[in-house]
């Protein structure tokens, strides 16, 4: 799957176009654009980094269709609206931890030389609600410093330029069952 993301001018609404691998494609609503690194460019790092492939861009992948998605184009595969809801349905917790663990990494990458503690008590405090084990300091420091070289990229886009990505990453590979088609 290819992910772009358009850098839009600022304060329009920001998408992304997501172009699966069974040639559907859709339109990924987003928030306002700026400067600011886009949510779902946020997500899609921190998955990658800590090597992540039933949160939410694996869920997208495997055929998931979220609300904030619109269908651009490709026909759909038959029972995908179910296929859909069954994937998010079995993927929900995993989904609602992959977005925690964005979070976890972008509070770190705000922060000047965090110490493995200060790492520790932040995993601590923002993966309470997600069952799991914590992630080790050190993994969740490099998932904050590549959102911080993604940031920098994404800063120096001017409207009209785009960032796009790889799901999964090429190192990665998806789990059988999320892959299985629809």
């Known amino acids: 799957m290819h992910v772009t993301f358009p850098r839009l001018a600022d304060h329009?609404?920001?998408?992304?176009?997501v172009e699966r691998d069974d040639g559907v494609v859709y339109r990924l609503l987003g928030g306002r654009a700026g400067t600011a690194l886009p949510h779902d460019i946020r997500h899609l790092v921190v998955e990658r980094e800590l090597g992540l492939t039933d949160g939410f861009w694996g869920v997208v992948a495997a055929?998931?269709?979220?609300?904030?998605?619109?269908?651009?184009?490709g026909r759909r595969p038959p029972h995908a609206a179910e296929r859909s809801a069954e994937l998010k349905r079995m993927y929900r917790?995993?989904?609602?931890?992959?977005?925690?663990?964005?979070?976890?990494?972008?509070?770190?990458?705000a922060l000047d030389d965090p110490t493995p503690?200060?790492?520790?008590?932040?995993s601590g405090t923002k993966l309470a609600a997600a069952p799991g084990t914590l992630p080790l300091p050190e993994t969740i420091a490099a998932a904050a410093r590549a959102l911080q070289v993604e940031a920098a990229r994404w800063a120096r886009l001017r409207p009209g330029d785009e960032l796009r990505?790889?799901?999964p990453p090429p190192e990665v590979s998806v789990p059988r069952q999320a892959r299985r088609s629809c």
């Open 63 to 73: 055929g998931a269709v979220f609300d904030s998605m619109r269908h651009l184009s």
């Open 12 to 17: 329009a609404i920001a998408y992304a176009v």
């Open 165 to 167: 990505y790889q799901w």
């Open 117 to 122: 503690d200060e790492i520790r008590r932040l």
């Open 93 to 109: 917790d995993r989904v609602r931890r992959a977005d925690l663990l964005a979070d976890l990494a972008e509070c770190v990458a």
